[in-house]
């Protein structure tokens, strides 16, 4: 127990402590080399002699009572002083290792916001992209004549016996309207292929925080072209499938993020 106590105090001992450990040492050397001549001089009868062999008993008497308790008081001031040096090691070990994860943590940080911005930076991209395409002219047939409207108008107002007049993606165009009907085809592909990746972009954000208030401005309209490129057969199964997992991804991160809030 008191080998414990003495490691403890030993290992909380700051660079001042130590100072003053070594000075009371060095005056306690100080005070027992003059305890010893004091003696030697006031019970031995000492004084300065040429006689040789007085003058190697006083050094056996000196040297036989002086070294053990200078060499006791030396180890002592070597064990405080690696003991101290040992706890700065350790304490330089542990500021480096706490840089060391913090660096990294400064990285990872880095790194994530670098992510976040390339997330966002294509969903604008795709954004953009939906805009145009919802400004191209989409071509039917109806009655025999080829009929244009706006892509948007026809996703936003169109009935569905009305999208049953868009062409189907497996369905070869009257040699009449090839080219305006295959430039429709491409279109609605291109469509789909854009809010696929859409999807996709939106599902990465959920990696992040505070994001629910893009989530929930573009979940509508993805579910509304979804729905609508389904019914004209330009929505895969597999990407259909795509999406609604996608979707449930998305939902169950915003619900966990309203429940920590």
Same mark, same amino acid.
């Given at each position: 127990?008191?080998?414990k106590n003495?490691k403890?105090?030993l ?7 130590l ?7 060095f005056?306690?050397a100080?005070?027992v080399v003059a305890?010893?001549?004091?003696f ?9 002699t040429?006689?040789?062999e007085?003058?190697? $008993?006083f050094?056996d008497?000196v040297?036989g009572? =002086?070294?053990?308790?200078l060499?006791f008081?030396a @180890? #002592?001031? +070597?064990?405080?002083t ?8 350790e ?9 060391r994860?913090a660096?990294q943590e400064?990285?990872?940080h880095?790194?994530n ?10 969903i604008h991209?795709?954004?953009?992209r ?17 009929r244009?409207r706006?892509l948007?108008?026809?996703?936003s107002f ?5 999208l049953q007049?868009i062409?189907?993606p ?6 009449e309207y090839?080219t305006q009907l295959?430039k $429709?085809k491409s279109?609605?592909m291109q469509?789909? =292929? ?7 972009? @939106? #599902?990465? +954000?959920t990696?992040?925080r505070?994001?629910?208030a893009?989530?929930f ?9 979804a ?5 004209i ?7 259909r499938?795509?999406l609604k ?10 619900n966990?993020?309203?429940q920590m809030?």
């Open positions: 127990m008191h080998k003495l403890g105090k290992s909380s001992m700051t660079s001042d402590q100072i003053k450990w070594l000075a009371w040492i005056v306690s100080v005070l305890a010893v001549f004091l030697y001089l006031l019970h031995f009868q000492g004084g300065l040429v006689e040789h007085r003058w190697g $008993t050094g008497f040297g009572t =002086l070294n053990p308790i060499s008081l @180890l #002592t001031s +070597l064990l405080l690696i003991v101290l040096q040992n706890r700065e090691l304490a330089t070990r542990e500021e480096m290792s706490q840089s994860i660096a400064q990285v990872s880095f790194k916001e670098s992510k976040k911005a390339d997330v966002y930076k294509t991209v795709l954004e953009d939906l805009e145009k395409l919802y400004r191209e002219p989409i071509y039917f047939t109806a009655g025999n004549e080829l244009e706006e948007y108008f026809v996703l169109a009935t569905d016996d009305a007049q062409i189907k497996e369905e070869h165009p009257p040699a090839e295959v $429709t279109l609605l469509l789909h =292929l854009t809010i696929v990746k859409l999807s996709m972009q @939106l #599902t990465m +954000l990696e992040f505070d994001n629910n893009i989530l401005f573009y979940e509508p309209t993805i579910g509304h072209l729905s609508k490129l389904d019914k057969g330009y929505l895969p199964p597999d990407d499938e795509s997992i996608n979707a449930e991804i998305r939902g169950r991160a915003m966990a993020q309203n809030a």
